[in-house]
């Protein structure tokens, strides 16, 4: 079955640099969240969407933005990198009406250095 | 106090035992429920849901939850080496359609 595909899946970047990660859904899927993880931490909801409109927002930093776009998939742009900001980043989909279950991709890992 | 907690561990089982792995939740409003699977640098995959009270099996796995005392957890059955991973409870709340991940319980099971 096919799944959650994020690009790239390695990023190194230098402090105050910007970012852009993508996310394509599994097929059919109409709602996209991510996620951020750090080092021996559980991942932190950053935004999400439903049918290209932002349906929830958790932590994300002002310097971060994210869209969906009309096929569905979505793209997280990251601005004035921070140290900080080195961490995983998932995205996950889910389909309205299958009760929220979120299907993870593989994750963008991201170095800033 | 976390919105969601789990023991960090490591819980530590033998080849074949039965690992319990326990979480509790603030949000009294919550309403559904997930366990998740990371292996290390790995994405969460998805292993059980559930969303009413009582048990739900779904092959060497059983959720339980009990709204009431907050409470959710995960057995898994006849634990094998390759069920060595961090479990993540998560639960969705009345809110949004967001996650809300415990600490991850990390499980050790000893040939």
């Known amino acids: 079955a096919a799944g959650v595909i994020q690009s790239p899946r390695h990023l190194i970047k230098e402090k105050r640099e910007t970012a852009t990660l993508k996310c394509y859904p599994i097929?059919?899927?109409?709602?996209v969240y991510w996620y951020q993880q750090g080092p021996g931490q559980d991942p932190q909801f950053l935004i999400s969407?439903?049918?290209?409109?932002?349906?929830d927002k958790g932590s994300i930093p002002d310097r971060f933005s994210a869209q969906q776009f009309s096929d569905y998939h979505s793209e997280l742009n990251m601005s004035s990198l921070e140290l900080g900001d080195s961490a995983l980043y998932f995205c996950?989909?889910?389909?309205?009406?299958?009760?929220?279950?979120?299907?993870f991709g593989p994750g963008t890992r991201l170095t800033v250095l | 106090q976390k919105e969601v907690e789990q023991n960090s561990g490591p819980l530590s089982v033998p080849e074949g035992a039965i690992a319990s792995l326990n979480c509790t939740y603030s949000?009294?409003?919550?309403?559904?429920f997930f366990w998740y699977r990371q292996y290390s640098g790995k994405s969460p995959e998805l292993i059980m849901s559930?969303?009413?009270?009582g048990d739900k099996e779904d092959g060497r796995f059983t959720a339980q939850l009990n709204k009431a005392s907050q409470y959710v957890s995960l057995l898994i059955r006849d634990s094998q080496p390759s069920d060595s991973a961090t479990y993540l409870c998560?639960?969705?709340?009345?809110?949004?359609?967001?996650?809300?991940f415990g600490g991850g319980t990390r499980l050790m099971v000893k040939p």
């Open positions: 949000d009294r409003v919550s309403q559904s």
């Open positions: 969407f439903y049918e290209k409109m932002q349906s």
């Open positions: 998560a639960v969705r709340s009345w809110a949004g359609n967001m996650l809300t």
């Open positions: 996950a989909s889910s389909l309205v009406g299958t009760r929220n279950e979120q299907f």
């Open positions: 559930i969303y009413s009270n």
């Open positions: 097929p059919r899927h109409d709602t």
